[in-house]
Structures are given as C-alpha cells and as structure tokens.
C-alpha cells in the first residue's frame, strides 16, 4: 500500500506527466465538441474573422441573431491573429487551438520565478480542471492568463519591450491586460517601457487598417465598442462580483473605479517592497483576481486567471492557516468540480454557482485574503 501510495505521488509530481495528463484531457474535450458541432466560440472566432477580411462587421445586431445571441467582443486587432486558424480546416484550427494554448500556458505556468519555479507543478496540477472546462468551450481566457504569466517572466529576465509588446497584445484584443502595465513601476527605467507601451500599443491597434484602410479604422473600433456595451447588458447571469452583490449594478463602473483606486493607492504606499518578487508575484496575482471578480463579462471559465493568480501568491505565503487550507479546496471543488458534469451533475451546479455565487462569494474571500497578507507582509 505505501508502495502504491508513493508510486501515485511520484506520478503527480513528474511535470512531464501533468502535462501528458492536461494535453489528454484537453484533447479529449476538444474532439468532443467538434464532433458535437458545438465549439461554439470557435465557429464565432473563425466567422468574424472571415467576416473581417471580407469588410462586413461582426459587431452589428444582425450577426447576433444568426449566432443565436452571441456578441462578439473581441477587436479587429484579434482578427488579425486569428487568421491562420481561420483559414484551416475546422478541425484541425480547433485543435491546433487547443494544444497552442494549453501548451504556452503550461510552459508560462512551468517558467514562473523565484520558488513558484519548484511548485509550477502543483499549480498546473490545481488548475488542471478548470484548464480543460476552458479548452472544451473553446475560450479565449487561456491566452489572456498565459500573456500575464509570460509578460511577468519576461520582465523578470530584463526583457522590457517583448514583455511590453505581450501586455499591449492583450489590451488591444481583449482590454483585460492593461492593467499589467501598472507593474511595469517595479523595474528599471519606467518611462521607457511605458514608452514602449505606447508604442506597441499604437502599432497594434494600427493593423486591421491593412483590411480596413486608415478611413475605415475608426468606425470599426466604433462598432467594436457598440458591441461590448451591448453585451455588457445582456450579461446579469455571469459570475462576477459586481452581479453577485444586490444593489451595484447601478453603479458597476463607480464600484470598479474606486476598488481600482484602493488598489492603486496601496501598490504605492508600498513602494519600499517594489524590489521583492514575493511582492511582485502577489501584486500580479491581485490585478489577475481583480479584473475577472470585477468584470461585467466574466464567465465561470474566465476565473482560471483569477485562480493562477490565487496559486502563484499561495506558493509566495510563510505560512498556511487552517482557514486559508479550508479555502484553498472549497474554491478548487466550486471551480473545478462542480463545473464539471461528469463529476457533478449540471442542476447542483446550477444552484451553486449560476444562481447563489457560492463560487464568486469564495473567491471574494481569498482575493480579500491575498490583498491582506500582501499589507501585512513587512518584509522588504
């Protein structure tokens, strides 16, 4: 029995294996649901993107009542890099996808710094469920959070303007990564990386002219932001805190404004810790929970941001209390066990998460919990 038992943990602990295991499990999940004809956001990525190159708008009422009532969010700048899989098979783009991602997310997850280095495989082996519930819906989450990840690594290797070039990448395709741009204050010459941004920035958002001529860049933006504000009306039922708590709704971008405020003002009241990566890990992991518990447009899928971040400040703490090990598995089953149907059935999921946000309300108190032993924390 403790030859068995040692075996089991030696398997788990072998980073090629966990890898093995999440490509299985992601490609499993992904020929179901081509065979389905139900990858849904990949018919919705390749469509607009055809849509794009042939000068028609996918951010018009009229592509949402032929996609059933889907908006698409994404900017023209996405299209630009969507084109390779556009132009594949559609099996072979949904795969192609999938293992890009998993992979680049893996080997971020594998490549992180400083003690994260030695847990990178507990993190992928906790993130693995909720990785693979994003594979099988075809999300475009997964790149967000690897673009984090893989920004940070390249600003710890002194590599401002690649890590720059990603953090803008993500802007200009889903907003999310903007907030990353705050880090760059920790490291060396600020000014120039912020000049960079800009830079990156503006040549992004410059590209779809080669489709749309400089004239018509413009409008398409315009409908672009016509279609996020629409889809932020449609979106009461998505598990952010900003749905979950009666009475905000109203003031959404009051609330998100001034827990931004909060956030800024702490991240310089401690300028003292810019210097530690402990910090740096935690202040990252912070901006990964906020912008998902604060979106008007999150998805139960989205939160694998939100948990790699939670993931990277647990490996960065001293010390574990029994309410933080409590919390640490009641999120792990409300957003990796529960979501999944073979493991949980689709009504208690239902209840637990879609209808009382029993999943945002935990997460809510880890993020809380994250933000006070970063305060706490007096190391410099």
Known sequence: MTNSTSKFKQFFTNPRNVYILGLVLGMAATCIELAR??????????????????????????????????????????????????LLPRWISGILWSFCNYTLLFLAIR???????????QIALYLILIITESIFCFQYNMVV?????????????????????????????????????????CYPKVWRNLGYALLCGLGLLLLPAMQTGF????????DWFYALGSHHETTGTYPSIVFAIPGVLPYMRIFQASVMLIL???????????????????????????????????????????????????????EHTLFDKIMFWVVFVLFSIIPTDVLCPARIHQLINNT?????????????????????????
């Open 264 to 318: 800024i003002a702490a991240f310089f009241g401690m300028k003292k810790r810019w210097n530690d990566l402990e910090f740096r890990i935690q202040a990252l992991g912070i901006l990964m929970g906020y912008i998902i518990l604060f979106s008007e447009a999150s998805e139960p899928h989205t939160y694998v941001i939100a948990l790699a971040g939670y993931m990277m400040c647990w490996y960065t703490w001293s």
């Open 37 to 86: 004809c139900r990858a849904e956001n990949l018919v919705d990525f390749r469509d607009a993107t055809q849509l794009f190159w042939q000068g028609i708008s996918a951010y018009t009422d009229e592509y949402v009542e032929i996609h059933h009532g889907r908006f698409f969010i994404y900017s023209p700048v996405f299209n630009i890099l969507f084109t390779p899989f556009m």
């Open 356 to 380: 009382l946000y029993f999943n945002v309300y935990s997460y809510t108190i880890v993020w809380i919990t994250m933000i006070w032993k970063t305060v706490k924390n007096k190391k410099q």
């Open 111 to 121: 490549n992180l710094p400083g003690r994260l280095k030695d847990k990178s495989t």
């Open 215 to 222: 004239d018509g860049l413009i409008p398409w933006y315009m």
């Open 145 to 185: 959070c690897y673009i984090f990840l893989w920004a940070f690594i390249l600003l710890e290797k002194d590599r401002p303007f690649w890590a720059v070039l990603l953090i803008m990448l993500s802007a200009t395709t889903k907003i999310y990564g903007i907030v990353e741009i705050g880090l760059l204050f």
